[in-house]
């Protein structure tokens, strides 16, 4: 369902409609088609649209977000001063602050509930 709704922006989450879902994948190395060792635990934030499909807009915005921090990472916040006036380029502190509220940090029940769910 999840590959229907992000990859095939199909109308398959009408429960969460105008809603912000969060959403973690898990990537793991199967042994014996079983899960074996988790590689990694990815969290992310997505908005559902009225009908059911994922945000375009929203997806594209954090998909930028994401190149911007891969490649160089956000811009720190920079003071210049003219004609007297202090002005103060925080963009970047903005934009990371977007990152961390797209991507949440996972509780540690959470955590162990995703174990839980793949090793028994």
């Known amino acids: 369902m999840f590959d229907d709704f992000y990859s095939r922006n199909?109308?398959?989450?009408?429960?969460?409609?105008?809603?912000?879902?969060?959403?973690?994948?898990a990537?793991?190395?199967?042994?014996?088609?079983?899960?074996?060792?988790?590689?990694?635990?990815?969290?992310m934030r997505l908005r559902v649209k009225a009908d059911g499909s994922i945000d375009e807009n929203h997806q594209m915005e954090g998909t930028s977000l994401t190149l911007?921090?891969?490649?160089?990472?956000?811009?720190?916040?920079?003071?210049?001063?003219?004609?007297?006036?202090?002005?103060?380029?925080?963009?970047?502190k903005f934009k990371e602050r977007q990152?961390?509220?797209?991507?949440?940090?996972l509780s540690q029940a959470l955590v162990t509930k995703i174990y839980a769910a793949l090793f028994s």
């Open 27 to 43: 990537i793991y190395t199967l042994k014996n088609r079983k899960p074996s060792e988790i590689i990694r635990l990815d969290s």
């Open 68 to 92: 911007e921090k891969v490649h160089g990472g956000f811009a720190r916040s920079t003071v210049a001063v003219s004609n007297g006036a202090t002005v103060i380029d925080a963009k970047g």
């Open 99 to 105: 990152w961390q509220q797209r991507h949440p940090k």
């Open 10 to 25: 199909l109308c398959v989450l009408t429960k969460y409609a105008n809603q912000t879902i969060s959403v973690v994948m």
